[in-house]
């Protein structure tokens, strides 16, 4: 909770409300000394006393930690950068090390997961030795694998597909590799086939074009708007 400005918040969100030390404590139902010691870092408190501190200033657990769970595109690509270029100035394993840590931090981040999928890929040869460098390729295909299962944004899923299968390539994948796209290829025919018929529906809805089998439904509902 220190890395999170819990402190910080605490103390902003107390003289914000106007209340002392004491009162917070009273509403809490610990000490004006508890307080002060959250306060100032000598202490935190207990994890279930963490709601009822956010319901006492009306933010959410998150807000009062000082944690967001997802990036702005803007932060992402500083992040990216940024990392990127330490590569050139500090050993390879400590850079590796803060982008493992950026994952767990922001695991629900599918846009920032797939970058640092990006980062590995793009610097896995600096690893030294070749073992090392599938090590990376390996954790990289995992992430990839972590963001087709939980991710519910197709573009993000798509584009992570399509790394996936370079990761793949450098693995010697070339198989699975080939029935990935192929899986891809029909995923998108069905995207397009949906599409077109939604379009369809569309048209129909609004009187310029009623599609066979359709065109009963579509009167239908005309006559009963009229009435």
Not at 45 to 57: C, Y
């Amino acid at each position: 909770m220190n890395t999170l400005q819990f402190a910080d918040n605490l103390t902003r969100l107390r003289r914000e409300k106007k209340v002392t030390q004491e009162e917070m404590a009273d509403f809490i139902g610990v000490t004006k000394a508890s307080v002060s010691k959250w306060e100032t870092r000598q202490s935190l408190p207990d994890i279930l006393i963490l709601p009822q501190l956010a319901s006492f200033f009306n933010v959410t657990v998150d807000e009062l930690l000082g944690y967001s769970p997802q990036l702005r595109k803007e932060q992402i690509q500083k992040q990216y950068y940024r990392l990127a270029g330490e590569f050139a100035s500090r050993p390879f394993e400590d850079v590796i090390k803060e982008s493992e840590e950026l994952v767990r931090k922001y695991y629900s981040c599918y846009s920032f997961l797939y970058q640092i999928c990006l980062l590995w890929l793009n610097h896995f040869m600096l690893a030294g030795d070749e073992k090392r460098g599938q090590e990376i390729l390996k954790k990289a295909d995992q992430l990839c694998g972590h963001i087709l299962d939980d991710c519910k944004d197709i573009r993000i899923c798509n584009e992570t597909v399509m790394i996936r299968a370079v990761i793949r390539l450098m693995q010697g994948r070339v198989n699975e590799v080939i029935e990935q796209l192929e899986e891809l290829d029909q995923t998108q025919r069905m995207e397009r086939t949906a599409e077109k018929f939604w379009w369809r529906e569309r048209r129909c809805a609004t009187g310029r074009h009623e599609p066979t089998g359709m065109s009963a439904i579509c009167r239908m509902s005309r006559n009963i708007m009229d009435l």
